[in-house]
């Protein structure tokens, strides 16, 4: 039997920072926590300036989808609020550290 391997270093050079696929898991879940964070509060910001748009405007349709846009954004906070919750929770009881260095 035959086994093909490539030390994924050698091509690879950024993964020599990470010393475990956990260590990279790690920092990935850090990074899309306030990237989501950003996106929920640009969606809030852009939702509001579309209700004071569309009250000027008497649009209700627009109005009806600037809603929208902010209930979207709120659920998606509270979506990432509980998230950091859960990770937390599964970091006491396990002893591991998900979200820390």
């Known amino acids: ?3 093909y391997a490539v030390d994924i ?3 690879f050079t950024p993964a020599k920072s990470f010393p475990t696929i956990g260590s990279m898991v790690n920092v990935l879940l850090k990074n899309s926590l306030v990237i989501a964070g950003i996106i929920a509060l640009a969606l809030l910001i852009f939702g509001g300036f579309g209700v004071i748009v569309s009250a000027g405007e008497g649009d209700t349709k627009k109005l009806e989808q600037s809603q929208q846009t902010i ?3 709120v659920t998606g906070l509270i ?3 509980a ?9 006491k009881l396990t002893g591991l550290k998900l979200l820390s260095n």
Do not use: N, S
């Open 71 to 73: 209930t979207g954004a």
């Open 79 to 81: 979506i990432i609020v």
């Open 1 to 3: 039997m035959t086994v």
């Open 83 to 91: 998230a950091v919750w859960i990770i937390q929770i599964i970091e």
């Open 9 to 11: 270093e050698q091509i």
